[in-house]
Nanobody
């Protein structure tokens, strides 16, 4: 399994941008589909975005489509989440996750490796 470490969270104003990074250890990163999930206080963890092995296939939650972009750099074992036009409702702890294979899952239980999470706070 890969080990995942997120970075890039912080405080942003509504309408602003943040870029999250998730660095993976191990030599098999390119064999994992990757995703970002988020969890706000008092709410269930929800799928935000996912990306396939080569980076060509992506999936997004309706709530972030057109504002967030997921990408990956297999040479650097890193997946990114570019977040633009941020809204206060985007405030949450964001975690990256990995699952072996090409399929992007929207259900968190399918993922086998998780990072520790990074806080994103958007002020109005």
């Amino acid at each position: 399994q890969v080990q995942l470490v997120e970075s890039g969270g912080g405080l942003a104003q509504a309408g602003g941008s943040l870029r999250l990074s998730c660095a993976a250890s191990g030599r098999t990163f390119s064999s994992y589909a990757m995703a970002w999930f988020r969890q706000a206080p008092g709410k269930e963890r929800e799928f935000v975005a996912g990306i396939g092995l080569s980076g060509i296939t992506t999936r997004y939650a309706d709530s972030v489509k057109g504002r967030f972009t997921i990408s990956r750099d297999n040479a650097k074992n890193t997946v990114f989440l570019q977040m633009n036009s941020l809204k206060p409702e985007d405030t949450a702890v964001y975690s990256c996750a990995a699952v072996p294979g090409f399929r992007i899952h929207r259900v968190s239980g399918q993922y086998v490796s998780w990072g520790q999470g990074t806080q994103v706070t958007v002020s109005s």
